[in-house]
C-alpha cells in the first residue's frame, strides 16, 4: 500500500493545497470592501514543495505563483493548518480605506486555481483508471 500511496501522493498533496488556497482567496473577495483589510495568499510552488519534501515525495514543481507577487512571511507568522505560510500580496494601487484587494486579480487568482484544482481532480482520476486497469489485467 505504501507504494500506491507514494505513487499517489503529488496530487493529493497538490489538491489539499489547491482547496487551502481557495479558501484565502474567498477570504479576499469576501473582504474586498473591509477596510485595512489586507489581502493574502500563499506562494503555491514553494507550499508544495515544502510539503513534499516533509512528505518524502519527489520534488521538482513547476511554480504556479511569481515570488515577486508578495512580500514575505506575514507578521505574527500566519499559517494554515498544514505550516504554508500566508503572505501578504503586493498592491498593484493603493486605495483610502487601506484595504489591498484588487477585485480583478482576487478573481483571476480564484478562477485560475478553480480550474488547476479540475485538472488535479482529472489526475487523479486518470492514475485510479490506470491502478484498477493494471489490477484487472486490461
Do not use: C, W
Not at 513547476?62 to 493548518?81: I, R
Not at 505550516?83 to 500580496?89: E, F, N, V
Not at 487601506?98 to 480550474?115: I, K, P, Y
Not at 490506470?130 to 486490461?138: D, E, F
Amino acid at each position: 500500500m505504501s507504494k500506491i500511496d507514494d505513487y499517489m501522493r503529488f496530487n493529493e498533496v497538490a489538491l489539499s493545497l489547491r482547496s487551502q488556497r481557495q479558501q484565502v482567496l474567498a477570504s479576499n473577495i469576501a473582504n474586498a470592501d473591509t477596510p485595512n483589510f489586507k489581502a493574502r495568499d500563499i506562494d503555491f510552488a514553494s507550499a508544495l514543495q515544502g510539503a513534499l519534501a516533509r512528505g518524502a515525495a519527489p520534488a521538482g514543481v513547476p511554480g504556479a505563483t511569481a515570488a515577486a507577487h508578495f512580500t514575505g512571511v506575514a507578521k505574527n507568522a500566519d499559517t494554515l493548518a498544514d505550516g504554508t505560510a500566508l503572505l501578504y500580496r503586493i498592491p498593484a494601487q493603493g486605495s483610502v480605506d487601506g484595504n489591498t484587494v484588487d477585485m480583478d486579480v482576487e478573481r483571476n487568482q480564484f478562477a485560475d486555481n478553480a480550474l488547476r484544482y479540475e485538472a488535479g481532480i482529472t489526475m487523479i482520476n486518470m492514475q485510479i483508471r490506470g491502478l484498477i486497469s493494471a489490477i484487472q489485467g486490461q
